[in-house]
Nanobody, 123 residues
Framework: QVHLVESGGGSVQAGGSLRVSCAGS????????LGWFRRVPGKEREEVAL???????TYAHSVKGRFTIDKDTAENILNLQMNSLKAEDTGVYYC?????????????????WGQGTQVTVSS
């Protein structure tokens, strides 16, 4: 059974950095598309970053150049390094997984989700 558990997150001042991680079990990170999504107050859940089975990454325009997604397929760990954080990055961050190789931009296409972790950026 596929299981995802996020860790990290927390509170930071604007301009600071945080790292969130996602530990997976029951499947191999090398054969699944993996992503980070977030739900910010007043908005629908949105894509943040994706990494496909080939290691190719895509980012939302709002985080490009500030966030980095990476994965450790040996340990089944997915990370999101967030730098230069802004108040508008505040929200609940979720990791998601779906069979690869191609990643969908739509959260409805992802079957497996973590429980979410809160990221709060104060201005």
């Amino acid at each position: 059974q596929v299981h995802l558990v996020e860790s990290g997150g927390g509170s930071v001042q604007a301009g600071g950095s945080l790292r969130v991680s996602c530990a997976g079990s029951g499947f191999s990170y090398s054969t699944y598309c993996l992503g980070w999504f977030r739900r910010v107050p007043g908005k629908e859940r949105e894509e943040v970053a994706l990494i496909d089975t080939f290691g190719r990454t895509t980012y939302a325009h709002s985080v490009k150049g500030r966030f980095t997604i990476d994965k450790d397929t040996a340990e089944n760990i997915l990370n999101l390094q967030m730098n230069s954080l802004k108040a508008e990055d505040t929200g609940v961050y979720y990791c998601a997984a779906e069979r690869g190789p191609i990643c969908s931009d739509y959260d409805s296409d992802y079957t497996h989700w973590g429980q979410g972790t809160q990221v709060t950026v104060s201005s």
